[in-house]
């Protein structure tokens, strides 16, 4: 297995653009998080979805963000418009019921300039 | 409290032990879990305990943990410069399927 796949790798974009982050989760994983790492805040979960459903997006910044799973083995989360305090590494991690831990992808570093 | 403690920095010399401390918040939770990340890198299972357990060991790694007082422990044996990274100590209460992390604790080991 190749792993959780996250694209792009690095994104840098102008404030007020949309951004779209993409994840592929392990196939057979019915749990998928979304995190976000910043040196000041550390990793906070944005969002979560078991078989596909959002659980909790309590943890979602605001309405410029909102994240979709549309099947088993795709997500994206998109933040439009952008700002500069929205730079951060976007991880996406995906689990299987019963299964330890979470498998994280390597995540997107997003610059807003 | 409600946050996963860690301490933020240990530097140690190489071919030493370092032991990172962490102090979870749920008593319910099932698994304690260890990550490491290094740099430009997701984060990465090493071990994890079952809270029905005091130790485990796993080649170099010993967790200890002491459900009492919510202690959470990893020792690497013979620290190496491969072992530089982020270390971050995780769990899951029961009935949840959220991961609570700790901040995280940036090891260094100088040569």
Redesign the interface.
């Known amino acids: 297995d190749a792993g ?1 796949i996250q694209s792009p790798r690095h994104e840098v974009t102008e404030m007020g653009q949309e951004v779209t982050l993409r994840c592929k989760p392990i196939s057979g994983h019915n ?1 998928l ?1 979304w995190y976000r790492q910043t040196m000041m805040r ?2 906070e ?1 944005l969002i ?1 979805f ?1 078989n596909n459903v959002p ?2 997006d309590s943890g979602m910044p605001e309405d410029r963000f909102s994240a979709k799973m549309p099947n088993a083995s795709f997500s994206t989360l998109k933040i439009q418009p952008s700002e500069p305090r929205d730079s951060a590494v976007y ?1 996406c ?1 995906s ?1 299987t019921q019963g299964g ?8 997107t570093r997003l610059t807003v300039v | 409290g409600e946050d996963v403690e860690q301490s933020l920095f240990l530097s140690v010399r190489e071919g030493d032990s370092s032991v990172i401390n962490c102090t979870y918040t749920d008593s319910s939770s099932t698994y304690l879990y260890w990550y490491k990340q290094e740099p430009g890198a997701g984060l990465q299972l090493l071990t994890y305990i079952f809270s029905n357990m005091d130790m485990k060991q796993d080649q170099r790694l010993t967790v200890l943990l002491n459900k009492k007082d919510k202690h959470l422990s990893l020792r690497i044996a013979d620290t190496q410069t491969g072992d530089s990274a982020i270390y971050f100590c995780a769990e899951i209460p029961y009935n949840n399927n959220d991961m609570r992390f700790g901040a995280g604790t940036r090891l260094t080991v100088k040569p």
């Open positions: 959780v749990s998080f550390g990793l979960l979560y078991n659980i909790d991880f991690a689990r330890h831990g979470y498998t994280f992808g390597s995540g």
